[in-house]
């Protein structure tokens, strides 16, 4: 079962909360994971397009307006893989949307560090509303593009995912004309084509909160939080570790130390942790049930029973 953060050690909260705030304060890894979103969506309309347009050619309307057959021959077996992708499109928007947000937060706790405090994030807009976090970022959105953004939104709450939105009311927000043309290839492709037009600029303004300024100020403010400074290290080796059933002395061995070009320190090959004799029956029944959970709870150094 996992641990609420609350009831976690207080190193080990306060490490998760260090980790936390390292990492969200980064512009860049919003950037990361909205560049895997947005290339999902481009993949997924894609799909979606060669569905629409082969339904297209099986199918159609006479002047009654009534549905008929055009090509009457069986289906291939790549046109029965692809034809149930013909609604792919409300996933592609979702995904679209998701890019989106993510570059607008990273923009926003780019020149707001402090928005991410205490392993917690905070004043950054959490019902996905793409309209007022582009607008926060200073980014002008007119005309039909007011509008794609909208729908955007739209497809990031509910349409992506739900067959209805939480309360009726969020129907509403688009009209009965522009869910109509919502149903045209002409459309989605604008709709789409705007998104990455969109997601191009917004990622032009994350790339400029990586200047040495903002990055300095990002470092400052690290430093000068009670509480920022890096937590005591839980790995450390020479660290006394003892059994959490009868508190028997406990040692990591350490098969290898080297350094390695990649990275700035040392790896370091352990072996399995060891009971200094006598060893009780519970350290052996927990080796015996899961050794790997054992041997990291007992690296981490933490003094209570596994669960």
Not at 35 to 54: K, N, P, T, V
């Amino acid at each position: 079962m996992v641990k609420p953060k609350s009831d976690l050690p207080a190193e080990e909260r306060e490490l998760l909360n260090w980790g936390f705030n390292l990492n969200g304060r980064v512009p860049l890894n919003w950037g990361i994971v909205a560049q895997s979103l947005a290339r999902g969506a481009e993949i997924l309309h894609e799909r979606g397009l060669a569905a629409r347009q082969l339904r297209a050619k099986l199918w159609g309307r006479d002047s009654s307006g009534l549905p008929v057959v055009k090509r009457p021959r069986p289906l291939t077996p790549e046109e029965q893989g692809l034809l149930p992708d013909v609604e792919m499109h409300r996933v592609a928007f979702m995904l679209l949307s998701m890019a989106i947000e993510n570059l607008t937060k990273g923009i926003l706790i780019g020149r707001n560090p402090g928005w991410v405090r205490d392993g917690e994030l905070s004043n950054v807009p959490t019902n996905h509303d793409l309209e007022t976090l582009v607008q926060q970022c200073g980014v002008s959105v007119n005309g039909e593009d007011a509008v794609a953004l909208r729908v955007l939104t739209e497809h990031g709450v509910w349409l992506g995912r739900y067959p209805i939105p939480k309360s009726a009311d969020r129907i509403t927000r688009l009209t009965t004309k522009q869910k109509l043309r919502a149903q045209t290839d002409e459309y989605l492709d604008y709709v789409f084509a705007f998104g990455e037009r969109l997601i191009n600029d917004l990622a032009v303004l994350l790339d400029a909160e990586h200047d040495a300024e903002n990055a300095a100020a990002r470092i400052a403010l690290a430093e000068t939080e009670a509480g920022e400074k890096p937590p005591r290290d839980p790995f450390n080796l020479t660290t006394l570790r003892t059994c959490p059933w009868c508190s028997g002395h406990v040692v990591i061995p350490v098969m290898n130390a080297e350094s390695t070009a990649r990275t700035s320190g040392a790896v370091t090959t352990l072996d399995a942790p060891r009971h200094e004799p006598p060893v009780c029956q519970d350290w052996m029944r927990a080796e015996q049930e899961d050794a790997y959970g054992l041997a990291l709870h007992m690296l981490a150094g933490r003094p209570s029973v596994p669960n």
